[in-house]
């Protein structure tokens, strides 16, 4: 049996992307529900803890305590199109950065396998469930890119500065949209030649399955979303 990769199972992660979704990106319920808007901003830091993914924990921390600290001490003195400028910056970290930072942790903790698994177990059609595969594996492969570009760049001393702009943009970007389009071709056919496409039910040696972490998620979605319905039926 193949070794999980985190305490949770992927549909218990999927359950999570959408709550974040619903309940911190798009502030469903509003004030009423801002309690538990704070802890579901939280939890990906803890899942990521959990993890061991540190640097991002951390990273997503400095740029959460920044921007509250911008709202909390600079927002107040700033008067017009200045204000209205932070007040975009703090609405957009605060609302994505969770959403984001829950994202990142399923794509580095799933394998497509688990994920395939998952699907199969929701019975979702395999026309939605290989794209969602290969994007799975798209962009992991393509940061890998990404770093690489820019360890060359960095090496010819290609930058921002140095009136070499022009120069960076174009050595970076033409490179990067040339890999995209043959990483997504080539994972394309990774994942049919790994069987993703056939008709017949796939065998795996993954291990997915409900434990006492997904039950505990599991129900506190479940009470989040009903003390949302129940608050806009009133």
Do not use: Q
Not at 110 to 139: G, N, Q, W
Not at 192 to 210: A, D, E, P, V
Request: include cysteine.
């Amino acid at each position: 049996m193949g070794r999980r990769n985190s305490i949770l199972d992927p549909r218990t992660k999927l359950l999570l992307v959408f709550m974040e979704a619903v309940f911190v990106l798009a502030t469903a319920g509003g004030e009423r529900l801002y309690v538990l808007r704070v802890i579901f901003t939280i939890l990906p830091f803890v899942l990521l803890i959990t993890s061991r993914n540190y640097k991002t924990c951390i990273t997503g921390i400095i740029v959460l305590i920044g921007v509250t600290l911008l709202e909390r001490f600079v927002f107040p003195m700033l008067t017009g199109m200045l204000s209205y400028m932070l007040l975009t910056v703090i609405t957009i970290v605060t609302r994505f950065l969770p959403a984001v930072l829950m994202g990142t942790y399923v794509i580095r903790t799933t394998k497509v396998s688990e994920f395939k698994s998952a699907m199969e177990k929701m019975h979702v059609p395999d026309e939605l469930t290989i794209p969602l595969c290969v994007m799975f594996r798209f962009f992991p492969t393509v940061k890998e890119e990404m770093d690489s570009i820019r360890a060359a760049m960095r090496m010819r001393g290609i930058s921002f500065g140095g009136g070499k702009v022009s120069e960076m943009l174009e050595y970076r970007l033409v490179p990067m949209m040339s890999c995209s389009a043959k990483i997504g071709e080539e994972l394309s056919a990774a994942a049919l030649t790994r069987g993703f496409g056939i008709s017949r039910k796939r065998t795996n040696i993954c291990r997915i399955g409900f434990g006492v972490f997904d039950y505990i998620i599991l129900l506190f979605c479940a009470g989040t979303i009903i003390f949302w319905i129940s608050g806009v039926m009133i």
